[in-house]
Structure formats: C-alpha cells, structure tokens
C-alpha cells in the first residue's frame, strides 16, 4: 500500500509491504512511468530537479531529498512500513509508480541511488 500525503509545501510517502522474505533489507523509490509488463517499463526514479545526466548515480541529484526513497527492513513475517518526507509538492510533472528494489540503496557518486534488481512494482495516482 502506497499513500500520499501534503502540507505547508511538504510530500509524506508511506509504504507497506506485507509477505516479503523476512528479516530483509530492500530499497524502494518512487518512478517516473507506472508499472508495466517489463521490469524498465517504470522508468528511471522521479526526480524533484532532473539530473542532466542519465542515468542519474549523482548524489547531488540521487538522494533522498530529490527523489522520494523508502528503503525498508521486513520484520519476522516479511512485513514493514516506512515513510518519507520531501521539502516538496508534486506539480505537472509526477511519479507513476514504486519500485521495489532488491538491494538497499547506495549513496556513493557514481553509484548514489542504485538498489539492485526489481522486486516488485505498485502503480500509483501521485
């Protein structure tokens, strides 16, 4: 489950997951694209202000601050939920969906928002 919230200029994503591998750590972002048939049909993560360059491992630009991270560790029963708040309101411009990620998320340049494969995927009505 995936739910927005706003206030005073601000953006509040929580995440839950439920029957997931226990006792495991995942990365989780918000997307560009809704979720497809093919594991890339979400895009590359939404970004608040696009890094010029793609892919997008800068972490001027990957971090959590500029994209909406909800990186996450399942309890015993494969559940948890986490939260994140961003200085910012979406505009015109939207993210679609989010990912799963297999891997937590690395904050290194060059390597600065990566979470390994795709997990899993939940479209959603930003």
């Given at each position: ?76 029963h494969g559940d948890a939920?986490?939260?994140?708040t961003v200085p910012w ?38």
């Amino acid at each position: 489950m995936v739910v927005e919230n706003t206030f005073d200029g601000a953006t509040t994503v929580t995440l839950s997951v439920r029957g997931l591998l226990p006792n495991r750590a995942y990365g989780a972002h918000a997307h560009a694209k809704p979720c497809g048939p093919g594991g890339d049909d979400s895009g590359a993560h939404f970004q608040h202000m696009p890094d010029p360059k793609k892919p997008s491992v800068d972490p001027a630009f990957a971090n959590p601050d500029n994209e909406i991270w909800l990186d996450f560790t399942t309890d015993a029963h494969g559940d948890a939920t986490t939260a994140n708040t961003v200085p910012w309101m979406f505009t015109d411009a939207r993210a679609g969906s989010v990912v799963i990620h297999a891997d937590p998320t690395q904050t290194a340049p060059g390597k600065a928002g990566t979470a390994g494969a795709r997990a899993g995927c939940v479209s959603v009505a930003f």
